[in-house]
């Protein structure tokens, strides 16, 4: 079974930049789309970003666009989310997930999360002065 684990996460001070990585082990995530989910405290989840499997089609949520960079590293099989300008409401626990989906599935709908099989365990992110 895959299993994802996100890290890079942690406490940054509004303006700030972090990068979040999201590792498999045993299995390539050459073959999967992979999205950023976030979840901050009394809201619902909400897809941040996905990056496809066949042609590298990049996605993001309107109010990241142009702060957020999603990519990958097919020889760390890594999934990147470097997050610059980043503010109070993007404080939230930071999820990855892979599905293997058609990529006109994930173009449609990529951030719904019913379409992914894997998930990670989640990163805090904390953007606090």
């Known amino acids: 079974q895959l299993q994802l684990v996100e890290s890079g996460g942690g406490l940054v001070q509004p303006g700030g930049s972090l990068r979040l990585s999201c590792a498999a082990s045993?299995?390539?995530?050459?073959?999967?789309?992979i999205g950023w989910f976030r979840q901050a405290p009394g809201k619902e989840r909400e897809g941040v970003s996905c990056?496809?499997?066949?042609?590298?089609?990049?996605y993001y949520r309107d109010s990241v666009k142009g702060r957020f960079t999603i990519s990958r590293d097919y020889a760390k099989n890594t999934v990147y989310l470097q997050m610059n300008s980043l503010k109070p409401e993007d404080t939230a626990v930071y999820y990855c997930?892979?599905?293997?989906?058609?990529?006109?599935?994930?173009?449609?709908?990529?951030?719904?999360?019913?379409?992914?099989?894997?998930w990670g365990q989640g990163t805090q992110v904390t953007v606090s002065s």
């Open positions: 997930a892979a599905t293997g989906g058609s990529p006109d599935t994930v173009a449609a709908g990529w951030d719904y999360g019913y379409i992914y099989n894997y």
């Open positions: 045993r299995f390539t995530l050459d073959y999967y789309a």
């Open positions: 990056i496809s499997s066949s042609d590298g089609s990049t």
